[in-house]
């Protein structure tokens, strides 16, 4: 028996990304569980001692696992640039940028939509999404979100922000409901999209579509 | 037929004149069009040791009229000496290469960098992020940030993206202010009577509980390519100053939360702190003064 075909979403439980069990989300107990049955290729997944309120936990700590991995990647890149300080040249913000993006690039090359925000965690941020939109709030953010719908902007994942359209504002009580982010990255709604971006690099690092109701 | 047409179309033209000349206080005196720039009179007193500033916002088009109303600034500056300038966001608007930064700020504004004046950046949905580290927009590396002149604390807000983490840092920030004055800047405006934007309300849902918990006493944003002077709003006065290189022409709508407005030429505004009053000018691109007056704390 191998390694379940989908992901799991119990607390604790590894999870699979781009095929590939990444060990360090093992919590003791699943180690434990693995050890006792003998390594057999069995994985268990300890679904029985954990409630199903706990998904929610899990799938914001398999995100944060992602972009704790992203960031790590980003800080290599930038470590391997000249430090960049305020400055009064222009030519050196946009040097600086650019290599950072291309360098991000071209190390996780292989990524696709989805590298981040999986299939189970995008349907947990859709449904974030959808909780922090209901009642009085879906008027206020309806409205401030009529500015992120723009006809033929094209959002590629791995690639920069085009460099000449608006970045929308996204609404602070979105923010609010969504799972924090490091500074070096943020969410931005682009038409119904969710885009997460590298701040510095000015790169979409991964988007949602569909992620608003 | 043909004459109640016609009827009809005259009838039209003269509600659209009315509509945007008569009420709600939009000022159309001039227009951009059939007015030349002239030196703007000051309407300030000039106080001695007073906090004195200007404000532009929406000013990054790099086309002919911003750099007329950078010039129309250098004029009020001989009068109204400020010592810097707070910048309401689309600091730099369309492309962002070094060219973009010469052409939409640098050169526009050479006379009054090279006079030493010190300009105060927030971020717009234009902006880059990486904007906070140009040296000149004195931004610290920082999305938001704040600084003292005198007896007001100024809060740069970053509106593009107010996350829990910021709201904390404004809490914070103004709780901790004993400045007479706390003045917050930001390009998304809380109130606004502009037809292409209008007020973000879920912006003011989320700000304006702690400004007016922590004493907030003015709101400058942009955003919205016209000038608008709002009714105090919960007791914090709202500007609206959009307009110092972008404009969108006859886009105010009349309301009675309205004080007066502005929006057949692009405009910047003189602010000046003196004890418990703040004074304030609007000025056109061609040098009318198209609003002014005082506020009392």
């Known amino acids: 028996m191998g390694p379940p075909p989908v992901e799991c979403h119990h607390y604790g439980c590894a999870v699979h990304l781009n095929g590939v069990l990444r060990p360090r989300t093992l919590s003791p107990l699943v180690v434990l569980g693995f050890f006792f049955l003998g390594g057999a290729g069995c994985f268990p997944c300890p679904a029985p001692q954990n409630p199903p309120s706990n998904r929610h936990a899990v799938l914001v700590e398999d995100f944060q696992n992602r972009v704790a991995q992203y960031i790590k990647l980003h800080k290599q890149v930038a470590a391997s640039l000249p430090a960049l300080k305020s400055t009064a040249s222009a030519q050196e913000l946009a040097q600086h940028q650019r290599l950072l993006a291309q360098g991000i690039s071209a190390a996780r090359i292989q990524a696709k939509q989805g590298a981040i925000f999986s299939p189970a965690i995008s349907a947990e941020f859709r449904r974030l999404i959808r909780m922090a939109m209901q009642g009085s709030n879906a008027g206020r953010i309806r409205a401030s979100l009529k500015e992120a719908v723009k006809p033929g902007l094209r959002i590629r994942v791995n690639n920069p922000y085009p460099e000449t359209a608006a970045l929308p504002s996204t609404p602070p009580t979105l923010l609010l409901n969504l799972p924090k982010l490091p500074p070096e990255l943020d969410y931005h709604l682009v038409g119904r999209d969710l885009v997460l971006r590298d701040v510095a690099a000015d790169l979409a690092v991964d988007l949602i579509p569909a992620a608003i109701p | 037929m043909r004459r109640h ?293």
């Open chain 2, 5 to 297: 047409s016609l009827l009809l179309l005259v009838a039209s033209l003269i509600l659209a004149q009315c509509s945007s000349a008569c009420g709600g206080g939009v000022n159309t005196t001039t227009s951009q069009s059939d007015s030349h720039p002239s030196e703007p009179s000051i309407a300030l007193p000039v106080k001695a040791n007073s906090v004195r500033f200007a404000v532009i916002g929406d000013s990054g088009s790099g086309d002919q009229y911003q750099y007329e109303v950078a010039h129309e600034m250098e004029m009020a500056r001989q009068e109204f000496p400020f010592a810097f300038v707070i910048m309401l966001g689309d600091n730099i608007t369309g492309g962002h290469t070094p060219r973009d930064f010469q052409r939409k700020f640098e050169d526009p504004y050479k006379g009054l960098l090279d006079a030493g004046v010190k300009f105060y950046a927030s971020l717009g949905n234009h902006d880059r992020t990486n904007e906070s580290l140009y040296k000149p927009f004195n931004m610290g590396g920082k999305r938001y940030y704040s600084f003292k002149r005198g007896n007001v604390r100024f809060l740069a807000l970053d509106s593009n993206y107010m996350d829990p983490g910021q709201l904390d840092w404004i809490k914070k920030q103004l709780q901790s202010s004993d400045s007479a004055w706390k003045i917050c800047f930001f390009h998304h405006p809380l109130y606004s009577n502009g037809k292409t934007h209008g007020s973000d309300l879920d912006l003011r849902h989320r700000l304006e509980p702690i400004f007016t918990q922590y004493g907030v006493n003015v709101v400058f944003s942009g955003h919205d390519h016209v000038y608008e002077r709002l009714k105090p709003q919960k007791g914090i006065t709202y500007f609206v100053e959009g307009s110092s290189g972008h404009l969108r022409y006859h886009d105010l709508r009349r309301s009675p939360e309205m004080a007066a407005g502005f929006d057949t030429d692009r405009a910047f505004m003189l602010v000046e702190v003196a004890g418990n009053q703040l004074y304030f000018q609007a000025i056109s691109r061609t040098g009318q003064t198209v609003d002014s007056g005082v506020l009392t704390r």
